[in-house]
């Protein structure tokens, strides 16, 4: 059984950064496809960012156009941790952020995804 596990999340200003985790554990984790989703209250689980190998590209990155220019994914395969540093936050970034792996489909679609971590909450404050 594969878990997943967030930390980082927390209480910031507008404008500031936070950085969060997510640490694969359990049984030989391998999966292509790591993502980032959030869900703010009341609203639907949106896509936020995902990193994959695509092609030649060892690491393709792909991003929410909300997350472009502020946001960054990254991979450590050693550690099997995937991280997103976010940047100039803002108050519409105030959610709780999953990570999640292996989608059967379009990796966008929170939907297709089968293993999911259990959120850490952004606040950002105004």
């Known amino acids: 059984q594969v878990q997943l596990e967030e930390s980082g999340g927390g209480l910031v200003q507008a404008g500031g950064s936070l950085r969060l985790s997510c640490a694969a554990s359990g049984r030989t984790f391998s999966s292509n496809v790591m993502g980032w989703f959030r869900q703010a209250p009341g609203k639907e689980r949106e896509f936020v960012a995902a990193?994959?190998?695509?092609?030649?590209?060892?690491?393709?990155?792909a991003y929410a156009d909300s997350a472009k220019g502020r946001f960054t994914i990254s991979r450590d395969n050693a550690k099997i941790t995937v991280t997103l540093q976010m940047n100039s936050l803002k108050p519409e970034d105030t959610a709780v952020y999953y990570c999640a792996a292996g989608p059967s489909g379009d990796y966008r679609d929170w939907r297709n995804y089968a293993v999911w971590g259990q959120g850490t909450l952004v606040t950002v404050s105004s």
């Open positions: 990193i994959m190998r695509s092609g030649s590209i060892i690491n393709y990155r």
